[in-house]
């Protein structure tokens, strides 16, 4: 078991920059791959980034390559997500999830067994 709690969320202009932090529970954090995901109002919650359990392997979908930076520190059982040069479409809620079964991530929100609370992130035009 893994208890996941975001931070790091609120509002921001466009072309601003947000650091959301997340931390984990249990003494395994280090054995399991990461993702972030988000949800915007009336939308189907997707895959933003995830991060293999050593930090080596790093995923992103199209729409934040470039932008976001997905990172992590074992020894203080924490995943990161920078961001920068947000916009107005990057207003959602942010979840943070664990997989403890695959090395590598997956943008597949159903290969998550572990989710957070989620934090708002508001970027303002």
């Known amino acids: 078991q893994v208890q996941l709690v975001e931070s790091g969320g609120g509002l921001v202009q466009a072309g601003g920059s947000l650091r959301l932090s997340c931390a984990a529970s249990?003494?395994?954090?280090?054995?399991?791959?990461m993702g972030w995901f988000r949800q915007a109002p009336g939308k189907e919650r997707e895959f933003v980034a995830g991060?293999?359990?050593?930090?080596?392997?790093?995923s992103y979908a199209d729409s934040v390559k470039g932008r976001f930076t997905i990172s992590r520190d074992n020894a203080k059982s924490t995943v990161y997500l920078q961001m920068s040069s947000l916009k107005p479409e990057d207003t959602a809620v942010y979840y943070c999830?664990?997989?403890?079964?695959?090395?590598?991530?997956?943008?597949?929100?159903?290969?998550?067994?572990?989710w957070g609370q989620g934090t708002q992130v508001t970027v303002s035009s």
């Open positions: 999830a664990a997989d403890p079964s695959r090395r590598y991530p997956e943008s597949a929100s159903r290969r998550y067994d572990y």
């Open positions: 249990g003494r395994t954090f280090s054995s399991y791959t």
């Open positions: 991060i293999s359990w050593g930090g080596v392997i790093t």
